[in-house]
């Protein structure tokens, strides 16, 4: 008896449409995917796992999200909008700079403005900065990659302006996806943690 083969499954990643350059359709595409699958890791998750800390000092789920939709806004704002520090994405988000609460002190608490906040309030926070990127990032061209920007932005320890940096706008969209990326594995991390927590084991099990 012949044995069932599994279907086959096909990955890839396409360009989206409505870009001028087809590098930066290629380079919202993988953030797209990022956000997706960030999106299937996180459904089902309650507002108390959200803002669960496994130890004073440490990033929550909520926060993470939320950094990843203020840093997205940030820099969309500073390379691809060429705007001058301060920067604030409030009229992009709803909450400003800060509203992440990091970084978070060694033996911080976790961020107050996103006490009892939902899921859908993180997913409407990803959502309206990926909108935002993709509406400014449509009318680039692939000329426009090479463009360099030298801007102060802060320091990502302090939040205090720091010595100006040269960036490309190829790099900040780089930038972009491998912060999301970075954080998205966190994200995964503090889930591992939470539920072995629950299981009353020992949170590095």
């Known amino acids: 008896m012949l044995a069932r083969m599994s279907p086959m ?17 290629l380079f919202i595409a993988q953030m797209d995917d990022q956000n997706r699958r ?29 950094h990843i939709a203020i840093v997205e806004a940030f820099w969309t704002r500073l390379v691809l909008e060429d705007r001058t520090m ?24 976790p961020s107050a403005a996103l006490a009892g906040r939902d899921l859908a309030f993180f997913d409407d926070l990803l959502a ?39 960036v490309t706008v190829r790099w900040m969209l780089y930038h972009v996806l491998e912060h999301e990326a970075s954080h998205y594995g966190q994200i995964l991390l503090l889930r591992h943690m939470l539920s072995a927590s629950a299981a009353g084991e020992p949170a590095g099990a």
Do not use: C
């Open 9 to 25: 499954v096909r990955h890839a990643i396409e360009p989206l449409p409505g870009f001028r350059s087809r590098e930066v359709a």
């Open 38 to 66: 960030l999106s299937a890791d996180t459904r089902g998750l309650a507002a108390d796992a959200l803002a669960w800390q496994p130890a004073p000092g440490m990033n929550t789920i909520g926060m993470l999200l939320a």
């Open 86 to 109: 301060p920067i604030d994405p409030h009229d992009v988000l709803g909450i400003g700079i800060d509203g992440d609460g990091m970084p978070i002190k060694p033996d911080g608490r």
């Open 128 to 166: 309206r900065a990926r909108a935002h990127i993709k509406q400014v990032a449509a009318g680039l061209e692939d000329r426009d990659l090479e463009r360099e920007i030298t801007r102060e932005h802060p320091n990502p320890d302090t939040r205090e302006p720091r010595s100006g940096g040269v």
